[in-house]
């Protein structure tokens, strides 16, 4: 099983559509984190969650909503969603340590690449 | 504020020779770490090799290394050997360990390697 899943690999949704993105990592990691890559733009952080719990949202719009269940699996909820949310959306994980001491590598899924019609 | 600069939007190299990929970065938190990453067409991001603010000697991963100047505030990534499949975009980019769980990447740089 490799290390981070994503599915679908690819989703083209019309704008009044509903879907959810999904994220598997089978690493044991703690932290999990949605990115958004946009052609000729650096990867953006979305939202990171660390044991469960939403550390950071990176003013995202309320269209995305994300869900973490438990540390291993990680979802984005996607609607109303506009033509320039078209995009590939990368899950990662890593592997945290206690007390905020050194970070550790995020190791990336294949990506969801988006289309919004 | 930390920054990630990769000025090369694009780089040739012919295979089996070596070729250098440029990274300035910016911070004034004293402890980060630098990544660099690949990612093929395919999309995923394959990490390839990490430099801590404090290691004292450059990072080697196989025939990927780390050219790190710290006082120059440069992570450049060597590619020694170039293989056809080494041709993909690279990712430059940086944590700071007292900025949260941000990690802030480079524009990237494309490397075509040619047979």
């Known amino acids: 099983e490799t290390g981070v899943t994503q599915t679908p690999r690819h989703l083209v949704m019309g704008m009044t559509n509903k879907k959810s993105l999904k994220c598997e990592q089978h690493?044991?990691?703690?932290?999990m984190y949605w990115y958004k890559q946009s052609a000729k733009k650096p990867l953006e952080l979305m939202f990171v969650?660390?044991?469960?719990?939403?550390?950071e949202n990176n003013s995202v719009p309320s269209r995305f909503s994300p869900e973490c269940p438990n540390s291993s699996h990680l979802f984005l909820h996607l609607h109303t969603l506009q033509p320039e949310d078209s995009a590939l959306y990368l899950c990662?994980?890593?592997?945290?340590?206690?007390?905020?001491?050194?970070?550790?590598?995020?190791?990336f899924g294949p990506g969801t690449r988006l289309l919004v019609l | 504020a930390q920054k990630i600069t990769q000025t090369q939007p694009g780089m040739f190299v012919q295979e089996k020779e070596a070729v250098t990929l440029d990274c300035t970065y910016d911070t004034s938190d004293p402890s980060y770490g630098l990544f660099w990453y690949k990612q093929p067409s395919s999309g995923e991001m394959i990490f390839l090799i990490y430099q801590g603010s404090y290691d004292q000697q450059n990072a080697t991963e196989g025939r990927y290394s780390l050219n790190f100047q710290k006082a120059r505030k440069s992570a450049n990534l060597v590619i020694s050997a170039s293989q056809l499949g080494d041709s993909a975009m690279y990712f430059c980019?940086?944590?700071?360990?007292?900025?949260?769980?941000?990690?802030?990447f480079g524009a990237g740089t494309r490397l075509f390697v040619k047979a």
């Open positions: 990662a994980s890593s592997q945290e340590l206690a007390g905020g001491r050194r970070k550790e590598t995020q190791y």
């Open positions: 980019a940086m944590r700071e360990n007292t900025g949260g769980f941000k990690t802030i």
């Open positions: 690493l044991g990691h703690n932290a």
């Open positions: 969650y660390n044991f469960k719990e939403q550390t």
